[in-house]
């Protein structure tokens, strides 16, 4: 039992100092730009697409009963 307890710590220890490190890069903030998102533009085109697509950056021109609240940062600092 020793012998398996021994086998299983050195193989954890070999496969930790073995295994690849990741490069280390200058990680920037992702513009929004960068991103996929939709548009809602009157002079866009609008595809006209049979089947299953999908689309990049599509002009969505109405998505249901959106309804924005304002955030309010309250007095108590978020304690009930």
Do not use: E, H
């Amino acid at each position: 039992m020793w012998q398996q307890i021994i086998v299983w710590v050195v193989t954890k220890v070999l496969s930790a100092l073995l295994a690849p490190r990741p490069k280390v890069q200058d990680a920037q903030p992702g513009q929004i730009g960068d991103k996929d998102v939709p548009i809602a533009s009157q002079d866009a085109p609008i595809p006209v697409l049979f089947g299953t697509r999908v689309i990049s950056g599509p002009n969505v021109v109405w998505y249901g009963d959106v309804q924005v609240r304002p955030i309010r940062k309250s007095s108590s600092g978020g304690k009930k």
